[in-house]
């Protein structure tokens, strides 16, 4: 299995930043394979449905929702198997817990195609 933590959460106002960090640990390669390969950043409102943010293969091909592209940005540093979202231009409806997950079949920002999920980190935008 592999564990995720994640971290960087926190409140700020309307317009600020936060960059959210999420290390991967355990057994990161089976087969051969590297199981962090593909990894994303997910979020869920209070009443709401999980949604996929952001989206990385390897440390390069990356995908974004609609609502935060060219204010989020997904990054990996490989050799440390820690992800990132660094989240500028923050607007109240940003408000939610995030989740990275792994272990994922393919770019996608679908909660069901990824198995391995971190605890998550609220974040908190006040206007």
């Known amino acids: 299995q592999v564990q995720l933590v994640d971290s960087g959460g926190g409140s700020v106002q309307a317009g600020g930043s936060l960059r959210l960090s999420c290390a991967a640990s355990?057994?990161?390669?089976?087969?051969?394979?590297?199981?962090?390969?593909?990894m994303a950043w997910f979020r869920q409102a209070p009443g709401k449905e999980r949604e996929g943010v952001a989206a990385?293969?390897?440390?390069?091909?990356?995908t974004y929702a609609d609502s935060v592209k060219d204010r989020f940005t997904i990054s990996k540093d490989g050799a440390l198997n820690t992800l990132y979202l660094q989240m500028n231009s923050l607007k109240p409806e940003d408000t939610a817990m995030y989740y990275c997950?792994?272990?994922?079949?393919?770019?996608?920002?679908?909660?069901?195609?990824?198995?391995?999920w971190g605890q998550g980190t609220q974040v908190t935008v006040s206007s």
């Open positions: 990385i293969e390897g440390v390069g091909r990356t």
């Open positions: 997950a792994t272990m994922g079949r393919t770019l996608s920002l679908l909660a069901s195609d990824y198995h391995s």
């Open positions: 355990g057994h990161t390669v089976s087969s051969g394979m590297d199981r962090t390969h593909y």
